[in-house]
Protein backbone atom coordinates (compact mmCIF):
# COMPACT_ATOMS: atom_id res chain seq x y z
CA UNK A 1 0.00 0.00 0.00
CA UNK A 2 1.20 3.38 -1.00
CA UNK A 3 1.75 5.58 2.14
CA UNK A 4 3.82 8.12 1.02
CA UNK A 5 2.07 11.74 1.97
CA UNK A 6 2.25 13.11 -1.63
CA UNK A 7 -0.27 13.61 -4.79
CA UNK A 8 -0.05 11.42 -7.78
CA UNK A 9 -0.96 12.95 -11.20
CA UNK A 10 0.01 13.30 -14.79
CA UNK A 11 0.84 15.72 -17.31
CA UNK A 12 1.15 15.37 -21.16
CA UNK A 13 4.26 16.76 -22.77
CA UNK A 14 5.77 16.00 -26.40
CA UNK A 15 2.37 13.50 -27.00
CA UNK A 16 2.72 11.89 -24.05
CA UNK A 17 1.78 11.18 -20.51
CA UNK A 18 4.14 11.24 -18.19
CA UNK A 19 3.91 10.30 -14.39
CA UNK A 20 4.63 12.45 -11.02
CA UNK A 21 4.67 12.69 -7.74
CA UNK A 22 3.94 16.33 -5.55
CA UNK A 23 5.02 15.72 -1.84
CA UNK A 24 4.22 19.82 -1.44
CA UNK A 25 6.10 22.36 0.46
CA UNK A 26 7.50 25.60 -0.37
CA UNK A 27 10.31 27.12 -1.46
CA UNK A 28 12.61 26.36 -4.07
CA UNK A 29 11.63 23.23 -6.32
CA UNK A 30 13.59 19.90 -5.18
CA UNK A 31 12.69 17.64 -8.35
CA UNK A 32 13.94 14.21 -7.88
CA UNK A 33 14.82 12.25 -11.64
CA UNK A 34 14.75 8.27 -11.45
CA UNK A 35 17.44 5.70 -12.49
CA UNK A 36 16.63 2.92 -15.51
CA UNK A 37 13.86 0.94 -15.21
CA UNK A 38 12.64 3.24 -11.84
CA UNK A 39 9.51 5.15 -10.84
CA UNK A 40 8.68 7.95 -9.02
CA UNK A 41 8.21 6.02 -6.57
CA UNK A 42 11.37 5.40 -5.90
CA UNK A 43 11.59 8.41 -3.80
CA UNK A 44 9.02 7.38 -1.68
CA UNK A 45 10.66 7.09 2.18
CA UNK A 46 13.17 9.43 0.97
CA UNK A 47 12.19 12.77 -0.88
CA UNK A 48 9.54 13.53 1.46
CA UNK A 49 12.01 14.35 3.91
CA UNK A 50 12.88 18.01 2.30
CA UNK A 51 9.53 19.16 2.28
CA UNK A 52 10.29 21.44 5.40
CA UNK A 53 12.57 23.32 3.32
CA UNK A 54 11.57 22.78 -0.39
CA UNK A 55 8.96 22.13 -2.52
CA UNK A 56 9.36 18.22 -3.72
CA UNK A 57 8.35 16.55 -6.82
CA UNK A 58 9.80 13.46 -8.48
CA UNK A 59 9.00 12.34 -12.03
CA UNK A 60 8.50 9.25 -13.92
CA UNK A 61 10.53 9.38 -17.41
CA UNK A 62 8.76 8.23 -20.44
CA UNK A 63 9.01 3.99 -20.66
CA UNK A 64 8.81 3.98 -16.88
CA UNK A 65 6.86 3.32 -14.22
CA UNK A 66 2.95 4.49 -14.37
CA UNK A 67 4.29 6.80 -17.25
CA UNK A 68 3.18 6.18 -21.43
CA UNK A 69 5.90 3.97 -23.30
CA UNK A 70 5.80 4.80 -26.99
CA UNK A 71 8.68 3.03 -29.38
CA UNK A 72 10.65 6.23 -29.71
CA UNK A 73 11.94 9.13 -27.89
CA UNK A 74 15.14 7.74 -25.47
CA UNK A 75 17.67 9.69 -26.42
CA UNK A 76 19.04 11.99 -24.89
CA UNK A 77 17.66 15.38 -25.84
CA UNK A 78 13.89 13.89 -26.15
CA UNK A 79 14.59 13.14 -22.63
CA UNK A 80 15.52 16.68 -21.66
CA UNK A 81 13.33 18.15 -23.62
CA UNK A 82 10.56 15.99 -21.34
CA UNK A 83 11.74 17.48 -18.66
CA UNK A 84 11.70 20.81 -19.46
CA UNK A 85 8.17 21.18 -20.62
CA UNK A 86 7.38 19.39 -17.46
CA UNK A 87 8.32 21.87 -15.56
CA UNK A 88 6.52 24.66 -17.70
CA UNK A 89 3.39 22.63 -17.28
CA UNK A 90 3.67 22.54 -13.16
CA UNK A 91 5.11 26.56 -14.11
CA UNK A 92 8.88 25.84 -12.10
CA UNK A 93 10.97 28.08 -13.42
CA UNK A 94 14.15 26.71 -12.08
CA UNK A 95 14.87 23.93 -10.19
CA UNK A 96 17.60 21.79 -8.56
CA UNK A 97 17.60 18.07 -10.42
CA UNK A 98 18.37 15.39 -7.84
CA UNK A 99 18.89 12.42 -10.09
CA UNK A 100 19.49 8.75 -9.44
CA UNK A 101 21.84 6.35 -12.04
CA UNK A 102 20.88 7.28 -15.69
CA UNK A 103 19.29 10.74 -14.68
CA UNK A 104 22.75 12.00 -14.76
CA UNK A 105 22.78 12.24 -18.57
CA UNK A 106 19.42 14.24 -18.27
CA UNK A 107 20.91 16.85 -15.77
CA UNK A 108 24.26 17.12 -17.44
CA UNK A 109 22.08 18.07 -20.59
CA UNK A 110 19.74 20.14 -19.42
CA UNK A 111 22.46 22.12 -17.27
CA UNK A 112 24.28 22.75 -20.96
CA UNK A 113 20.94 23.74 -23.21
CA UNK A 114 18.50 25.35 -20.41
CA UNK A 115 21.21 26.66 -17.84
CA UNK A 116 18.54 28.94 -16.70
CA UNK A 117 16.57 26.37 -15.53
CA UNK A 118 18.56 24.63 -13.28
CA UNK A 119 20.31 26.28 -9.61
CA UNK A 120 21.84 22.81 -8.34
CA UNK A 121 22.78 19.50 -9.21
CA UNK A 122 22.80 16.43 -6.62
CA UNK A 123 23.73 13.00 -8.38
CA UNK A 124 23.30 9.98 -6.56
CA UNK A 125 26.18 7.29 -7.98
CA UNK A 126 25.01 8.88 -11.27
CA UNK A 127 27.87 11.23 -12.65
CA UNK A 128 29.49 8.35 -15.22
CA UNK A 129 30.59 8.76 -18.61
CA UNK A 130 29.33 5.44 -19.37
CA UNK A 131 30.82 5.22 -23.06
CA UNK A 132 33.53 3.72 -20.73
CA UNK A 133 30.96 1.25 -19.86
CA UNK A 134 31.23 -0.56 -22.73
CA UNK A 135 33.94 -2.43 -21.65
CA UNK A 136 32.06 -4.52 -19.39
CA UNK A 137 30.35 -6.49 -21.84
CA UNK A 138 33.27 -7.20 -23.56
CA UNK A 139 34.99 -8.06 -20.37
CA UNK A 140 32.77 -10.09 -18.68
CA UNK A 141 33.52 -13.32 -18.13
CA UNK A 142 29.56 -14.52 -17.68
CA UNK A 143 28.29 -13.08 -20.50
CA UNK A 144 27.11 -16.75 -21.68
CA UNK A 145 25.33 -17.37 -18.29
CA UNK A 146 22.07 -16.85 -18.49
CA UNK A 147 19.41 -15.49 -15.41
CA UNK A 148 16.91 -18.34 -14.64
CA UNK A 149 13.82 -17.13 -16.24
CA UNK A 150 10.76 -18.15 -13.91
CA UNK A 151 6.93 -17.61 -14.46
CA UNK A 152 5.05 -15.14 -12.20
CA UNK A 153 1.65 -15.65 -11.73
CA UNK A 154 1.47 -13.24 -8.38
CA UNK A 155 3.16 -10.09 -7.30
CA UNK A 156 4.07 -11.99 -4.35
CA UNK A 157 6.03 -14.77 -6.34
CA UNK A 158 7.60 -11.90 -8.88
CA UNK A 159 9.26 -10.19 -5.04
CA UNK A 160 10.85 -13.61 -4.32
CA UNK A 161 12.02 -13.58 -7.78
CA UNK A 162 13.43 -10.51 -7.69
CA UNK A 163 15.08 -11.40 -4.25
CA UNK A 164 16.85 -14.40 -5.42
CA UNK A 165 18.45 -12.90 -8.65
CA UNK A 166 19.09 -9.34 -7.12
CA UNK A 167 20.63 -9.66 -3.81
CA UNK A 168 21.60 -6.07 -4.40
CA UNK A 169 18.04 -5.13 -3.87
CA UNK A 170 17.45 -8.07 -1.13
CA UNK A 171 19.64 -6.90 1.50
CA UNK A 172 17.52 -3.83 1.94
CA UNK A 173 13.94 -4.59 0.77
CA UNK A 174 11.22 -3.33 2.30
CA UNK A 175 7.69 -1.85 1.91
CA UNK A 176 9.15 0.65 -0.08
CA UNK A 177 10.31 -1.91 -2.66
CA UNK A 178 7.09 -3.72 -2.92
CA UNK A 179 5.18 -0.10 -3.79
CA UNK A 180 7.59 0.23 -6.39
CA UNK A 181 7.14 -2.92 -7.84
CA UNK A 182 3.90 -2.24 -8.11
CA UNK A 183 4.35 0.25 -10.65
CA UNK A 184 6.95 -1.68 -12.61
CA UNK A 185 4.97 -4.68 -13.96
CA UNK A 186 2.10 -5.60 -15.47
CA UNK A 187 -0.01 -8.51 -15.77
CA UNK A 188 -0.15 -10.32 -19.30
CA UNK A 189 -3.23 -12.08 -20.47
CA UNK A 190 -2.65 -15.26 -19.55
CA UNK A 191 -1.79 -14.75 -16.05
CA UNK A 192 1.93 -13.78 -15.58
CA UNK A 193 3.55 -10.80 -13.82
CA UNK A 194 6.35 -9.33 -16.25
CA UNK A 195 8.45 -5.51 -16.34
CA UNK A 196 6.53 -3.11 -17.97
CA UNK A 197 9.56 -2.30 -19.96
CA UNK A 198 10.26 -5.02 -22.16
CA UNK A 199 13.83 -6.18 -22.90
CA UNK A 200 13.82 -4.29 -26.23
CA UNK A 201 13.22 -1.03 -24.75
CA UNK A 202 15.75 -1.59 -22.03
CA UNK A 203 18.98 -2.04 -24.52
CA UNK A 204 17.13 0.72 -26.52
CA UNK A 205 17.57 3.27 -23.47
CA UNK A 206 21.29 1.54 -22.56
CA UNK A 207 22.62 1.98 -25.72
CA UNK A 208 21.54 5.49 -25.52
CA UNK A 209 22.97 6.23 -22.59
CA UNK A 210 26.64 4.65 -23.78
CA UNK A 211 26.82 6.67 -26.85
CA UNK A 212 26.31 9.73 -24.83
CA UNK A 213 29.60 12.10 -23.85
CA UNK A 214 28.51 14.06 -20.56
CA UNK A 215 28.98 17.81 -21.76
CA UNK A 216 30.92 18.76 -17.96
CA UNK A 217 32.95 21.36 -19.45
CA UNK A 218 30.23 23.26 -19.51
CA UNK A 219 28.81 22.82 -15.90
CA UNK A 220 29.12 25.81 -13.95
CA UNK A 221 25.92 25.14 -11.17
CA UNK A 222 26.83 23.79 -7.94
CA UNK A 223 26.99 19.99 -7.91
CA UNK A 224 27.40 17.09 -5.30
CA UNK A 225 28.07 13.83 -6.65
CA UNK A 226 27.65 10.66 -4.29
CA UNK A 227 29.84 7.46 -5.42
CA UNK A 228 28.81 4.05 -3.73
CA UNK A 229 32.30 2.21 -4.51
CA UNK A 230 31.65 -0.76 -6.30
CA UNK A 231 33.64 -2.72 -3.68
CA UNK A 232 31.09 -5.31 -2.08
CA UNK A 233 29.90 -8.38 -4.19
CA UNK A 234 26.61 -10.34 -3.40
CA UNK A 235 26.01 -13.22 -5.89
CA UNK A 236 22.92 -14.91 -6.70
CA UNK A 237 22.19 -18.11 -5.65
CA UNK A 238 22.43 -20.05 -9.09
CA UNK A 239 26.49 -18.89 -9.67
CA UNK A 240 28.68 -21.91 -8.92
CA UNK A 241 32.32 -21.03 -6.99
CA UNK A 242 34.36 -21.12 -10.16
CA UNK A 243 31.66 -18.20 -11.65
CA UNK A 244 31.30 -16.04 -8.47
CA UNK A 245 35.84 -16.06 -8.32
CA UNK A 246 35.66 -15.35 -12.02
CA UNK A 247 33.28 -12.34 -11.10
CA UNK A 248 35.23 -10.98 -8.08
CA UNK A 249 38.66 -11.50 -10.69
CA UNK A 250 36.81 -9.36 -13.28
CA UNK A 251 35.32 -6.40 -10.29
CA UNK A 252 38.65 -6.21 -8.91
CA UNK A 253 40.60 -6.20 -12.93
CA UNK A 254 37.92 -4.32 -14.66
CA UNK A 255 35.03 -2.75 -13.00
CA UNK A 256 36.47 -1.12 -10.04
CA UNK A 257 38.86 0.44 -12.17
CA UNK A 258 36.86 1.31 -14.59
CA UNK A 259 34.78 3.36 -11.81
CA UNK A 260 37.70 4.82 -10.69
CA UNK A 261 38.39 6.13 -14.02
CA UNK A 262 35.10 8.08 -14.27
CA UNK A 263 35.24 9.40 -11.40
CA UNK A 264 38.72 10.72 -11.47
CA UNK A 265 37.49 12.33 -14.53
CA UNK A 266 34.47 13.56 -13.25
CA UNK A 267 36.66 15.38 -10.87
CA UNK A 268 39.05 16.66 -13.00
CA UNK A 269 36.12 18.01 -15.63
CA UNK A 270 34.07 19.37 -12.57
CA UNK A 271 36.40 20.41 -10.03
CA UNK A 272 33.91 22.85 -8.52
CA UNK A 273 31.89 19.75 -7.54
CA UNK A 274 31.43 18.25 -4.02
CA UNK A 275 32.13 14.45 -4.30
CA UNK A 276 31.35 12.34 -1.47
CA UNK A 277 32.77 8.34 -1.97
CA UNK A 278 30.68 5.67 0.13
CA UNK A 279 33.12 2.65 0.35
CA UNK A 280 30.45 -0.97 0.53
CA UNK A 281 27.52 1.29 -0.95
CA UNK A 282 24.62 0.32 -2.53
CA UNK A 283 23.95 1.70 -6.15
CA UNK A 284 21.07 2.49 -4.16
CA UNK A 285 22.67 4.73 -1.98
CA UNK A 286 19.46 6.95 -1.30
CA UNK A 287 17.93 3.82 0.28
CA UNK A 288 20.82 1.57 1.78
CA UNK A 289 22.64 4.45 2.73
CA UNK A 290 20.09 7.42 3.15
CA UNK A 291 21.00 8.71 6.47
CA UNK A 292 24.38 9.71 5.19
CA UNK A 293 23.03 10.85 1.60
CA UNK A 294 20.19 13.25 3.57
CA UNK A 295 23.14 14.55 5.88
CA UNK A 296 24.93 15.48 2.93
CA UNK A 297 22.62 16.70 0.97
CA UNK A 298 20.88 18.97 3.99
CA UNK A 299 24.27 20.37 4.15
CA UNK A 300 25.10 21.18 0.56
CA UNK A 301 21.36 22.61 0.15
CA UNK A 302 21.88 25.05 3.05
CA UNK A 303 25.34 26.68 1.64
Not at 55 to 76: F, I, K, M, N, Q
Request: proline content about 4%; some cysteine; glycine content about 4%.
Amino acid sequence: MDTSPHKSDFVNVNGIKLHYLDWGGEGETLLFLTGLGNSAHIFDDFAPRFVGDFRVLALTRRGHGDSDYPETGYDVHTLTEDIRLFMDKLNIDKAILVGHSMAYVEQCHMSVVYPERVSRLVCLDAAYDRTRFKIFAEKNPLNDVKVPEQDCHSIEEYVAYVKRVRPDLAEMWNQLWDEETRHGVTITDDGKVVDRMSDELGKLIIDSLRNYVPEEAALKVPILSFYAIWDKLLFPDYLTEEQKALLVEFSNTVRLPVQRECIELFRHNVPHAQVVEIPQGNHYCFIKQEELVYEEMRKFLSE
